[in-house]
């Protein structure tokens, strides 16, 4: 009997699509139980979550959106981009499925994304998981620097070269920030991650939206915000992430009522993506 890849059980699952007004929403599910809500971060898509998703479907149904701006998710000029509006996108995806209870896991944006989720919807969530996600006062090397190019004329076009260039995909202003092991930025990751933005102008522009449409205040907020987020939540960080350093996660943690971190020795940002099965086995000994 043939075993399907990661790849093939995410790209082999149906898109399914929810209309919400300013966002046509793409996801897919996979498995049964209880509902586990992901959401990804900048500049990736549902996908990233392939190599984690077979071992939790297991247990959990996993609900894996395209956020506005990337994979198969349609956004439009009334699309809200910012971090509480990509939150309020998400708690109408829960309203559109009719979810009676769920869980989250975010990582990167997405991790803000999803408190901003939670906090509209504190009610119906059981648990929040973040990975490596943004942090009050904290602002992550580059991307506000990116966020300032995004703005001028052409910007669209000289990304596409930089995204063209080894050097600078494996340089700290790529993704040299969130492998240890860089190989893993070529192969699937480049196929399906990086190439599509390359050959479409309407993904490009998704990304230009989202990384323009991230505004700091928001993040600064959730130092106090973090206080309602009143259920169990576990932050699992790749230790060595140098976008947001684990000591300012772990100063982080008191802000929450009741929060947990677990530390993934050997990953950076992407530490789904670089130690799947530790992810995986943190998340679960979390929800079970």
Known sequence: MTVESPVEIFLDAKVERVDLGATQMAFRRFGSGPVLLFVHGFPLSGFTWRKIIPEISKHQTCIVPDLPGFGETVWTEKTDFSFPGQGHTLKALADALDLDRYSVIGQDTGGTFARYMVLSDVARVDKLLIINSEMPGHRPPFIPMY??????????????????????????????????????????????????????????????????????????????????????????????????????????????????????????????????????????????
């Open 147 to 288: 966020q300032a190019m995004m703005r001028l004329p052409g910007a669209g076009s000289a990304f596409k070269l930089l995204l063209k260039s080894q050097t600078f995909l494996r340089s700290a202003m790529g993704f040299g920030g969130c492998f240890n092991d860089l190989s893993l930025i070529g192969g699937e990751f480049a196929e399906h991650v990086l190439n599509p933005v390359l050959s479409s102008g309407a993904k490009m522009e998704g990304l230009k939206r989202y990384l323009t449409g991230a505004k700091w205040g928001p993040v600064d907020a959730l130092r106090e915000e973090h206080a309602h987020l009143t259920m169990p939540v576990r932050l699992i960080w790749g230790l060595d992430d140098p976008t947001f350093p684990i000591g300012l996660a772990r100063e982080m943690l008191a802000q929450f009522p009741d929060a947990e971190l677990v530390e993934i020795p050997g990953a950076r940002l992407l530490a789904h993506e670089e130690k799947p099965e530790q992810v995986a086995a943190a998340v679960l000994e979390f929800l079970n």
